[in-house]
């Protein structure tokens, strides 16, 4: 019986399964089984999970098409292990990642926990900006920083461990996709389990995308965030909603620069070498530092126009979420009528 069950749900990817696999062959700790679940893919990687046989306990299902979060689901039924890890296809695992785990766990039994990410040598300089931009307290104001307690930190599926009676007790994913990770962590949260942040066990995330999908991806994140308050309410903090006053007062801003002096593009201007200053510190690059900005402006904007489009008509106008933004949600069997 393995300690840990890993669970991978993977979707047209099998250039990342070979890469995930490989780094998982290359383990300290070896504990472990494989659960890598095809979530309807044209392009599967049964080939790729069968190169790996000999070196991984690892077993493949092919399902149709439902979402990251319900194939999660499958591999939370077939798991044994004491422990089910979450990473995403897009992840590389460092070779002490168990060893860590197993280090914290040993002074802290925690129920559930989630590790940091970071962008590996070997991703092109977009990714890396993003990485950053994903991850400076800067853009997040903390959310995803490293925090140890889960009302201020919550584990992400790319990188997330919880036990198997935390399974057994709050159930697995819901059929929303983003937004899956912070529900099951309110839900974990609600159930009182112990929870925190193994540091150490850090992943690399890929985060496969250029800026064109980083744009429509932090965007479903903002208006995600709406839709979370709505159903846990208690769990509201004043940072989900300063990337939409940044927005209103970037407009703002703007407008003044060009009725009245272009002066009032400082706070702008400002803002920006502090980003530079500080991705530049992290990244010892000049070409990604740039980026970086980029990257941090499309973040706060994109997310804060999500929200904001979200919370005037999920939360003033009190309109259905299953209905407006229908395309967040797998299981259309729950949409309610007009």
């Known amino acids: 019986m393995p300690k840990y069950s890993v669970i991978i749900p993977i979707y047209n990817r099998p250039d990342e399964a070979e890469e995930l696999l490989e780094s998982l062959a290359k383990q ?18 049964s080939a790729i999970v069968k190169a790996y046989s000999n070196e991984l306990d690892i077993k493949y299902h092919f ?57 590996h040598e070997s991703f092109s300089k977009v990714q890396k900006a993003i990485n950053y931009a994903m991850t400076s307290i800067i853009t997040t104001g903390g959310v995803r920083g490293k925090k140890n307690k889960l009302d201020q930190y919550q584990p992400r599926s790319f990188n997330m461990g919880i036990s198997q009676e935390v399974y057994k007790t709050v159930g697995g994913y819901t059929d929303v996709t983003p937004g899956e990770d ?69 407009l703002l801003l703007v407008i003044l620069a060009v009725v009245i002096s272009p002066i009032f593009l400082s706070p702008l201007a400002f803002l920006a070498t502090i980003l530079f200053i ?28 999500g929200f904001l489009k979200s919370a005037i008509l999920i939360l003033a106008l009190k309109k259905e979420e299953r209905i407006v933004f229908d395309n967040f949600f797998f299981d259309k069997s729950k949409r309610p009528n007009k």
């Open 28 to 45: 300290t700790y070896k504990n472990f089984d494989i659960l890598m679940i095809e979530d309807g893919s044209t392009k599967d990687c």
């Open 63 to 119: 399902k149709e098409n439902s979402g990251p979060g319900d194939s999660r689901n499958v591999g939370m039924s077939m798991a044994t292990g004491d422990y089910l890890i979450f990473f995403d296809s897009d992840c590389i695992i460092p070779p002490q990642y168990f060893e860590e785990v197993e280090k914290q766990l040993a002074k802290t039994p925690f129920d559930a926990f989630g590790g940091p990410d970071s962008a």
């Open 182 to 250: 912070p529900d099951l962590s309110y839900r974990i949260m609600n159930a009182g389990f112990k929870v925190g942040l193994i540091e150490k066990a850090y992943v690399f995330h890929k985060r496969r995308i250029d800026f064109s999908k980083f744009i429509k991806q932090v965007y479903k994140f903002g208006v995600m965030r709406s839709v979370l308050i709505k159903w846990y309410p208690d769990k509201f903090k004043l940072t989900y909603i300063i990337p939409s006053l940044f927005l209103l007062g970037s």
């Open 278 to 305: 500080e991705s530049i510190i992290k990244t010892k690059s000049l070409s990604i530092s740039l980026l970086a900005i980029l990257a941090s402006f499309i973040q706060l904007y994109s997310y804060g126009y």
